[in-house]
């Protein structure tokens, strides 16, 4: 399990390749079952893009980085 560097967003990985992306209040953004093993979970520097590892390190190319879209901002200030 991972964290966006945020802390906005976390990622939940099983071993036998479940993948949920939730939120800071509990909500499931994104879920999907890959067809691989996973040991390891990767978020980009700017919370956007995520990287799997199976248990032997590889990086499997045809899954490599799921994108998600910025958070919006919760309090936007229409008066800057």
Known sequence: MKWTPDGQRICIIYE???VIVGSVDGN???GKELK??????QWSPDG???IFCTPQCEVP???LTLTLTPNPDPNPNPNP
């Open 48 to 50: 956007r893009s995520l």
């Open 28 to 30: 499931r953004l994104w």
């Open 16 to 18: 036998d390749g479940a």
């Open 61 to 63: 190319t045809s899954q």
């Open 36 to 41: 691989m093993q996973l040991a390891h979970v």
